[in-house]
């Protein structure tokens, strides 16, 4: 939606880590070596385009399959795997180099795009964020398993980012009791006072 309103694109950064997840779980691998390995030569091609997303692998559309609940369960073995990080983090850096673009993900703000003109830190309360998830995945999965993908993944992946708490001249959206609409909004002003109306 924001990315829309300014006219650039969007890159999802958790979408690569999930593609690569996707993979390596098709082809049994487990250890931390082969994930490296895997995620430095897969063939990923994921869309910027706000109107038209996509994830392909091998040339293979997994849009729908990178969302699905044993997908999120297993993720964290990449997103925590160091070496699987850095080649990701250069991929994304290489994209967002390409042109303008809205960027979402854990570490955006501290490593990928440290410098970039309006940083925002959106946070929310867990149970604000089991219930989206839930919703998102057509209430698929239990209370336990929501707070194990929601609370569990946050502690995992904190391991290797400090995703948590907003970095100097990072701004803070609580988006708890906020619609999607709003917190668009709020976002939109932050670029506007920065400078931005479009891209």
């Not at 080649?87 to 994209?95: A, F, G």
């Not at 980012?161 to 708890?176: K, L, M, Q, R, Y």
Request: aromatic fraction near 4%.
């Amino acid at each position: 939606m924001t990315a829309r309103a300014l006219g650039c694109g969007y890159l999802d950064t958790g979408a690569m880590y999930r593609a690569a997840a996707v993979g390596c779980m098709e082809s049994g691998i487990e250890d931390s070596e082969s994930i490296a390995s895997y995620c430095q030569g897969m063939d990923l091609e994921i869309s910027t385009d706000p109107d038209d997303q996509y994830v392909r692998l091998s040339g293979r559309d997994i849009t729908t399959a990178i969302r699905s609940p044993e997908v999120s369960a297993w993720v964290s073995k990449v997103s925590t795997n160091s070496a699987c990080r850095t080649d990701l983090v250069r991929h994304q850096q290489e994209i967002l180099s390409s042109g303008s673009f809205v960027a979402e993900g854990r570490d955006i703000t501290t490593v990928v795009a440290p410098h970039a003109q309006v940083r925002i830190l959106l946070t929310a309360d867990p149970e604000a964020r089991m219930s989206r998830r839930g919703a998102e995945l057509g209430g698929k999965l239990s209370d336990a398993d929501l707070h194990d993908q929601i609370v569990r993944r946050d502690k995992d992946d904190s391991t290797l980012v400090n995703f948590t708490v907003a970095a100097d001249g990072v701004a803070t959206i609580d988006s708890t009791n906020l619609t999607p609409d709003q917190v668009v909004t709020q976002i939109l002003l932050l670029a506007e006072r920065a400078g931005i109306t479009s891209l």
